[in-house]
């Protein structure tokens, strides 16, 4: 998605009766020790998209990988568990193939029946699938005579089957990255006004590209978290023992008089909560502007977030990507679940993106009031950085 968004097509668009759909799907869920999937909400989110499918009589034929096996057979991260669960989610059982090439995965793709579906070994047991090998490619094509992606957790991803196969079959985007990319080309083409970024986490030079992509677009830029120290540095504020990278002054600088020029407006912390380690059991004080030598901050101060939620209470569209400060700790939680509290309360369409931040909208218990939750962390973070993903450049409408 660059500038101007791509033309995808959509899953209805694409004929799937009578045909085998070959669904791209991010079932890369955890697994405790006994091989029991432990949270199936990436099994969930696909669960309209294979409904869809089979209401349409299409017979789904789906592939995803899971874990990190680096091109060799884990007997630990194998797909039966995911069938298993996937299967007590759609009230039907579910065929299992024991790879996801070669004459047993096609047979039984053949003999699927209307309202039957298969689900294909881990794509990752073999090294072609990340190499982006185009004969692997075609393997995982003879399972299918249509493609279907949803997984958008890994379309920034070259990967054979992400892609690979849709060059090979008509293609289109299943419902949830349809509505993945729906709600990142409202934000970033047509956001309604005020439009308010919150950019967090730990270092600029991961935001950066970020910040530049989103400051022709955004009318006020949120930044907090361990990277607006970098910020205050650059403008001659104390930071202490905090994080901050001396190297990247001059961006900040650069960052903020792009801001100036183009009338954004920056908000960076006024007051911080401060220990002098870090610990979840450290002493916490409040201090700001500036932070004593011998402390770091840890969080936002409460000046801070009455600042920044003024901001997000007055917008109408509103990004978050990235936490307010070390939220993984009770002591230093207060700033980020406020943020999350704030986003959650706006009149204006929100949405969530980054692993981080989703994590903390689940932790404080907002994501069912938030327009949008994005499903992938590496994902909407290239998006944000004005990138062409490859997963929905290979959607592309083609005439």
């Known amino acids: 998605m660059s500038a101007t968004p791509v033309a995808w097509r959509k899953l209805a668009d694409l004929d799937v009766a009578g045909k085998r759909v070959l669904v791209r799907v991010d079932f890369n869920v955890p697994l405790d020790e006994k091989g029991a999937v432990t949270s199936d909400v990436r099994i969930k989110e696909a669960l309209p998209t294979i409904q869809a499918i089979l209401a349409r009589g299409g017979r789904p034929v789906l592939m995803s990988h899971l874990g990190r096996p680096k091109g060799k057979v884990v007997e630990s991260m194998r797909m039966k568990p995911v069938a298993a669960r996937l299967a007590q989610l759609l009230g039907k059982p579910v065929k299992a193939a024991s790879d996801c090439i070669g004459d047993e995965?096609?047979?039984?793709?053949?003999?699927?029946?209307?309202?039957?579906?298969?689900?294909?070994?881990?794509?990752?047991?073999?090294?072609?699938?990340?190499?982006?090998?185009g004969d692997f490619a075609k393997a995982l094509a003879a399972c299918g005579d249509v493609y279907v992606d949803d997984a958008f957790g890994a379309a920034h991803r070259a990967h054979a089957s992400i892609s690979g196969v849709p060059a090979l079959m008509p293609a289109a985007a299943g419902l949830l990255m349809e509505k993945e990319l729906a709600a990142f080309e409202r934000v970033l083409h047509s956001p309604s006004r005020p439009f308010v970024a919150i950019l967090g986490g730990a270092k600029v030079s991961d935001k950066l590209p970020v910040l530049l992509n989103l400051i022709p677009k955004v009318?006020?830029?949120?930044v907090g978290g361990a990277m607006a120290y970098t910020f205050l540095a650059q403008a001659g504020i104390g930071v202490g023992k905090s994080r901050c990278e001396p190297e990247l002054l001059a961006k900040a600088g650069e960052?903020?008089?792009l801001c100036e020029q183009r009338k954004v407006q920056l908000l960076l912390p006024i007051d911080h909560v401060c220990a002098d380690r870090f610990a979840a059991d450290a002493v916490a004080s409040i201090h700001g502007p500036a932070i004593p030598a011998e402390l770091m901050g840890l969080d936002i101060g409460p000046r801070s977030i009455e600042l920044f939620r003024g901001a997000v209470a007055r917008a109408k569209t509103v990004l978050w990507n990235g936490p307010m400060g070390v939220f993984e700790m009770e002591a230093f939680r207060r700033g980020t679940a406020?943020?999350?509290?704030?986003?959650?309360?706006?009149?204006?369409?929100?949405?969530?993106?980054?692993?981080?931040?989703?994590?903390?909208?689940?932790?404080?218990?907002?994501?069912?009031?938030?327009?949008?939750?994005?499903?992938?962390?590496?994902?909407?973070?290239?998006?944000?950085?004005?990138?062409v993903l490859p997963g929905i450049a290979a959607l592309a409408k083609r005439s």
């Open 105 to 133: 995965a096609v047979r039984m793709s053949r003999e699927l029946k209307a309202g039957e579906l298969l689900l294909l070994e881990n794509l990752r047991f073999h090294p072609q699938e990340e190499d982006g090998d």
């Open 338 to 387: 406020a943020i999350a509290q704030a986003v959650a309360a706006a009149q204006a369409f929100t949405v969530v993106g980054g692993g981080d931040s989703v994590a903390a909208a689940e932790l404080c218990g907002v994501t069912g009031k938030l327009s949008h939750v994005s499903t992938g962390g590496g994902a909407s973070l290239e998006l944000l950085e004005g990138q």
């Open 255 to 257: 960052v903020r008089a």
């Open 219 to 222: 009318d006020v830029i949120i």
